[in-house]
């Protein structure tokens, strides 16, 4: 085998590469976001319809569906980035795992936010004890664990650890969120069907929430950049290339 | 203005959605703003130790 193949792979487990790499990313994916984003809200909020039954109501879907997507997108980040850093003993992964969290926690917050004030005028309900909406408050604490796990150590490699081990076995969380609204008789309405003959909606309601979805991921994608950037050039402040980097 | 107040009472249920997208737009907000803000305090740090003038 070619003994160069792997060498893009290998430039990854390098800080200053992935610093500069991050750095170059971040004002693309906020830009791309920005103008998807802006795009959502127009379409979300102006030009599409009401909802037959839920009249303006519905319009808390363009911020939840995307934030709630964001919670478990990242979730998956954080445990893939963890099992990296676990199994290889990639000190970068566990980077990339400690910054994708706090972003994490907060698109999870967000969801269950969004979520009680479409709960209260649909359900009556700002909160009932419901399987998907307790899964995803566990989602929550698993991230606040984490973090907090993580932090705990005066070696960050000890944390690291530790907050990996959890994050693994809190994946099993994810087919719990779901598959939530089809293992239990929930509160919360199914899995939406986004395309084809039989879709459940329609495109002009369509259209917004994918813009919305792709741009909170951009968004979240130029976020975690910087927070690599950051945790990357702490953990590093005395390397000869963070010298370089701050000039 | 009456389309101006049409849309922001949602039909009756601006009470529920504007605080949704509010504070929506306040957890985008501390997302971009606080690593920013860290990442150039720690910069500073940084070059302040180095004793290199910024």
Redesign the interface.
Known sequence: MDKYSWAWFHRFASPPYVYRVAELWAPWFAWIAGLLIAAGLYGGLWSSPPDYQQGDGFRIIYIHVPSAYLSMMCYGIVATASTIGLVWRMKIAHTVAVAAAPLGASFTFLALITGALWGKPMWGAYWVWDARLTSELILLFLYLGFIALSRAYEDSRSGDRAGAVLALVGVVNLPIIHYSVVWWSSLHQGSTKFFGGNADIQTSMLMPLLLMIFGFTCLFAACLAKRVQLELLGRERNAAWAAEAVR | MSSLHE?LS????GA??W???G??AM??V???VL??K??RR??A???R??G?AS
């Open positions: 849309f949602m039909g009756g249920y529920f959605v605080p949704a997208y504070l929506a957890v985008v501390v997302n971009i690593p920013l860290r990442l720690l910069k740090d940084i070059r130790r180095q290199i």
